[in-house]
């Protein structure tokens, strides 16, 4: 089982089992709500915005150990960044968990504790589940409304 | 064209009342034989679409191999032959259901396609604004959006029969909705998710001392009961082929011809039409109707070596042995702490949906599939259901005639994996 061992790795299940930034946050500047249909996976992002910095970053949600544990971290991560930083995080994860990091399976060591979503690359189908939070992200701060859906 | 049920070639009879031997079973479906991850592969996804034995993967190959051809225009050898297979298999079709006349079977895509065509025919001349169409609590989305569609189209109304807490109907309840305003009432066999077995045939009567038509969604139930058309007394039947061993892009519309007659044609084209003039066309008799165009015939074809195979082994020992496993499944898997089965009816077909404690069904499936073992994740297109049980998703463990308790016993370990990695 070691791909297994590789997807959910300790530090993804921590944060799905004790999610970070669990909360609805009042006075939001932005936020969106994330839906992933084919495994009913429900996330809402709430962020709050300093001169193009974020500085206030929680969600809520239910979901599997993968998307949940992506919301955390992101939220975890991306507090204190710039948006245009946000944007390039963004970028690396996705390569990470597409498998088309440079530099392989261990991806850019900017992504910091994000890379535990490497082994996620092995499990196409669940791809998705990794990046909801974050396509959702995404949306909240283009200030769109509507509902994100992966599929 | 007139096919008389004697002219019917039925492939590979076995015998019905031969004992059931599994192993045997297994050898006619080539899809078990593989590994997968290096696991033995163990299909329990069976609800979403089940493997082919070799006699249908057979069938179509022979008609691509030798007969294809159009159907019912070409006077020439391989159209006959072609013509004669495909409504040789509406005929098998027919005793399959037992349906008076193989007029009444209607070949469509599949379950999704029989409801809709009820829904834009039927529905479309006989619903009008204020109206209600009856459905249940534990409806797949193809027997809810089309009622949605036509409902909004019509100003009418969608009623809902509810369940309770096992995944029962509530019959009282069901038969209080069944109104002066009724148009039909679309109702579900078996349940995909829960495998609640509906009282289909007392339901059925129900709506009838009230002069309400019915339509069964057989989607679940065809591949695992012996199903009786006319002992149900239903205005409509649908079932999808690929769920019964057939190919994919093929099932049945059953619907009585009275019924069918009165109806307006679904689609309009080729074969569906007796004569076009420019100012009037006159259309084709039962079935062809309701066939317009070049249909699925490798499928249709494919569709009926199923049901030969299916008769081979009998439905009544088909039943009887997917009972058995479902009774050792269900007691299995029940053990394992943690685990609830969502779906307690006392009259169950081979679905097993359950949830576990602080594990999501996603993750899962994950780790089964790492097993060799496919289950589906999900709400399994039934989203009111899970709102009605108050859970986003469950995973689904789905029966098959070829299934044993050996690969029951795979799956619990498999979900004792679950636990030890996620638990
Ligand atoms: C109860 C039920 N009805 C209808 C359908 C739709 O069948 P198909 O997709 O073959 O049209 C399904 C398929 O999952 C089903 O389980």
Known sequence: ?151 | MAFTPHHVTETSPRGSSAEFDVERIRRDFPALAQKVHGKPLVYLDNAATSQKPQAVIEAEEHFYRRDCSNIHRGVHELSERATKSYEDARVKAQRFVNAPDSKEIIFVRGATEAINLVAGTFGRKYVQAGDEILITAMEHHSNIVPWQILCEEKGAKLRVAPINDRGELLLAEYEKLLGPKTRLAALVHVSNVLGTINPVREMVESAHRKGIPVLLDGAQAAPHLKVDVQDLDCEFYAFSGHKLYGPTGIGVLYGKAEVLDAMPPYQGGGDMISSVTFEKTIYNSLPYKFEAGTSNIAGGIGLGAAVDYLNGIGMESIAAYEDELLAYATEEISRIPGLRIIGTAEKKAGVISFVMEGIHPHDVGTILDQEGIAVRTGHHCAQPLMERFGIPATTRASLALYNTKREIDTLVMGIQKVKELLG
């Open chain 1, 1 to 151: 089982m070691a791909d297994l061992r590789g997807l959910y790795q300790e530090v993804i299940l921590d944060h799905s089992k004790k999610p970070r930034n669990y909360r609805v946050m009042e006075g939001a500047d932005h936020q969106a709500e994330g839906y992933n249909p084919l495994c009913g996976d429900r996330v809402t992002l709430y962020v709050k915005l300093e001169n193009g910095r974020i500085t206030d970053l929680s969600f809520q949600g239910s979901g599997c150990a993968i998307s949940t544990s992506s919301a955390s971290l992101l939220t975890e991560t991306l507090k204190g960044k710039t948006l245009d930083e946000a944007d390039e995080m963004f970028e690396k994860f996705h390569a990470l968990v597409t498998g088309e990091a440079e530099g392989g399976q261990a991806g850019d060591r900017s992504l910091g504790k994000l890379a535990v979503f490497s082994g996620v690359a092995e499990f196409p189908l669940r791809v998705k589940c990794a990046t909801l939070a974050w396509h959702t992200l995404r949306s909240a701060l283009k200030g769109e409304k509507v509902t994100v859906s992966t599929e």
